[in-house]
């Protein structure tokens, strides 16, 4: 399972950076801002092939779901100055929880 980590840290890193472009696009950027997000969009769906392959389908994109939850609202924080209001914070540790559940090994407490 840890290299289906290894993919979706990487898929997470391409999905981080596209939607920083979009961010940027939408600031008023050129068009070949939003062009590259897209290309990294591609990439990082390409990067997710493998973690359904590890994992299939639904578990894939749940953990995909959350950890670009938590690692975008990182970088929103950090690098785009914005805010979170606590029931949001309560939200996302909530979609942490959720994520250590359905990632939880199989064998354990079943």
Do not use: D, H
């Not at 840890?2 to 997470?12: F, K, P």
């Not at 008023?28 to 973690?51: D, E, K, R, Y």
């Not at 299939?56 to 938590?70: P, Y």
């Amino acid at each position: 399972m840890s290299a289906t980590y290894g993919w979706l840290l990487a898929a997470t890193l391409v999905f981080m950076a596209a939607n920083s472009g979009l961010k940027i696009y939408a600031g008023g950027a050129a068009v070949w801002v939003l062009i590259g997000a897209l290309v990294l969009f591609c990439i990082g769906n390409t990067l997710m092939v493998q973690v359904m392959r590890g994992e299939g389908l639904g578990v894939a994109i749940v953990l995909s779901s959350i950890f670009q939850m938590v690692a975008i609202t990182l970088l929103a924080t950090v690098a785009f100055g914005e805010r979170l209001a606590p029931l949001q914070w309560a939200g996302l540790a909530l979609g942490i929880v959720a994520v250590a559940m359905i990632a939880w090994p199989k064998g354990a407490g079943a």
